[in-house]
């Protein structure tokens, strides 16, 4: 993870509507797990409770280097709220192997299947296995 990068989980609810929740940060990789991604999420912006029915959700990347089109400048996107993001004008696509959105505006994407979540005083760490990468980078 670099300093710079906006990380963004995306996920659907039980209606089917789009939820987005900032996450802290991640890495690849987790212990005796392959193909895995650790990530850090604020437990004041995350509705852990629909990650853990849901299982399967999004986490979309994106750093300075790579411009974000929305009305909304994104900022630190720590200090976003779950309303903050749902107000921008995201676009999304399902997800090709989960059944879960993917934020076009974000250029790197991993599509990801639960597997384990930890829990601290201040923060949830989710491991995840990786079932499918969308990288569409465009430089300008």
């Not at 940060?25 to 005796?32: A, I, L, R, T, Y």
């Not at 250029?107 to 969308?134: D, G, H, M």
């Amino acid at each position: 993870m670099q300093d710079d990068d906006f990380l963004a989980i995306s996920i659907y609810d039980n209606n089917g509507n789009v939820r987005i929740m900032p996450a802290k940060e991640w890495s690849m990789g987790s212990g005796s797990y392959t193909h895995a991604l650790t990530i850090i999420l604020n437990k004041k912006t995350t509705d852990i409770e629909l990650i853990k029915t849901k299982e399967e959700f999004v986490l979309n990347i994106a750093n300075n280097y790579h411009k974000i089109s929305t009305k909304n400048y994104m900022g630190d996107m720590d200090k976003y709220t779950f309303n903050d993001l749902l107000n921008s004008d995201f676009t999304v696509i399902n997800g090709e192997r989960v059944n879960a959105p993917i934020i076009n505006e974000f250029p790197i994407r991993f599509e990801c299947k639960l597997l384990e979540i930890k829990e601290n005083e201040e923060t949830y760490v989710i491991i995840s296995k990786i079932k499918n990468r969308n990288i569409n980078i465009v430089n300008s």
